[in-house]
């Protein structure tokens, strides 16, 4: 049975995939602990660092121009596309305000305001009750072996590797 583009959900990650940088670039000292509690909402914002580290990653935080061209393309051929991503609920109104169109991006699954962040099984469950067919497009090699466990496919985006030609060969195009 070949699927119609339609059917599946063509799932990017944000940081690393589509957008940049990652909250670590701007701490001197990461503080994974505050991470994974700010990661699935259990901890906000003003708790995580100061106001001004917080205006700084909102004003420097960009979606990647090659990556939105991609996401368009995709959309123009059909798929559905989805954000699936472990991020900041505070930060997520920033990046989809920098959609160039609101209606390039099906759905968004945010950890922060999922309450739950990859790879743990609930966030796959939540991924596949969207969409019969998920591809997840993701960064980080334990995301894609827990999405893969889970029974989605999924595209590692390895820096320097030509995306693009990765993901539509995935996609059968």
């Keep these: 049975m070949t699927l119609a583009p339609s059917d599946t959900l063509v799932a990017f990650d944000l940081i690393g995939v589509l957008a940049e940088p990652s909250w670590r670039e701007l701490a ?77 991006v099906d759905r968004w699954f945010i950890s922060g305001e999922l309450g739950v962040a990859k790879p743990d099984p609930g966030f796959w469950q939540i991924l596949r009750a969207a969409a019969a ?25 390895l820096p320097g590797a030509d995306l693009p030609a990765r993901l539509l060969a995935a996609l059968g195009a």
């Design 133 to 157: 067919d998920v591809v997840l497009v993701d960064d980080q090699r334990e995301n894609l072996a827990g999405a893969r466990a889970a029974g989605l496919r999924a595209v590692w985006a």
């Design 28 to 104: 001197p000292t990461p503080d994974l602990a505050r991470w994974r509690r700010l990661k699935v909402g259990a901890l906000e914002e003003p708790d995580f660092w100061d106001s001004s580290t917080a205006a700084a990653y909102r004003a420097c935080l960009r979606l990647r121009p090659d990556r939105l061209a991609l996401v368009a393309h995709l959309r123009a051929r059909g798929h559905r596309i989805a954000v699936a991503s472990n991020f900041a609920r505070a930060w997520a109104p920033v990046v989809r305000a920098q959609l160039p169109d609101p209606a390039l």
